[in-house]
């Protein structure tokens, strides 16, 4: 999920998914997926949607009883679950940073076995520290705090620098000139809004620049 710029009106505060997939896909998941990222680039957004949206930047994992009314069980968007044979979801959504955040969804198809409160604190003991991996993801592609993303070979060059390697090394690493491995080290670093190796190694800790980060 992407919170993109100017929806301080939006039912979802700007929240929008960007990506989903399955690690095992369902025969009807493809058009479920399309429609549901249509509709909610419409505005037509459900309970669930929206309870989602209400909780953006929190650490969570909950099943869909914790944060929809039972009445929302009647309603044509469970049955849309139904129909492909889901009859409880459990969520787990890692806040990447003020921009981004990742979730991690599991769905039960045994009818009349909802998931467990035991269950749900397992799935958010495993995944609580996904978030940093998640950060350091975004960042080796500029995403998220750059003023623009990352090229692919500045993606190798952020590697790089993240290691003892001096800009010698990395130029041979990358099979450049010094001159050309400079010049990509200067706009990784101007992109990333730091100084050096030190304000760099800072940013992967967790530590924002000292001057204000700039976003999408």
């Not at 009349?112 to 996904?130: C, K, S, V």
């Not at 692919?152 to 001096?166: F, G, I, M, Y």
């Not at 099979?175 to 730091?194: E, F, N, Q, S």
């Amino acid at each position: 999920m992407v919170r993109l710029p100017g929806a301080s009106a939006d039912p979802l505060g700007g929240w929008r998914p960007m990506a989903l997939s399955y690690l095992r896909p369902l025969p009807q998941n493809q058009n479920f997926t399309a429609q549901r990222l249509r509709a909610i680039n419409r505005g037509q957004t459900d309970e669930s949607v929206t309870a989602q949206a209400r909780l953006a930047g929190t650490f969570r994992a909950h099943r869909l009883r914790d944060i929809v009314s039972p009445a929302w069980f009647e309603s044509a968007y469970y049955q849309n679950y139904l129909d492909r044979g889901i009859h409880d979801s459990l969520t787990v959504a890692l806040p990447v940073n003020a921009m981004t955040e990742s979730y991690y969804g599991f769905l039960r198809m045994r009818p009349l076995d909802p998931f467990t409160e035991t269950q749900r604190q397992i799935a958010a003991y495993a995944l609580r520290g996904l978030p940093v991996f998640h950060r350091h993801i975004l960042l080796a592609h500029g995403v998220g705090v750059a003023a623009k993303p990352f090229s692919p070979v500045e993606r190798k060059a952020v590697a790089h620098l993240l290691t003892d390697k001096s800009e010698k090394d990395i130029a041979a690493a990358l099979g450049v000139t010094a001159t050309t491995a400079h010049t990509y080290i200067r706009d990784v670093l101007d992109k990333l809004g730091v100084k050096g190796r030190a304000g760099l190694a800072a940013l992967w800790l967790g530590q924002p620049p000292d001057n204000k980060p700039r976003s999408l």
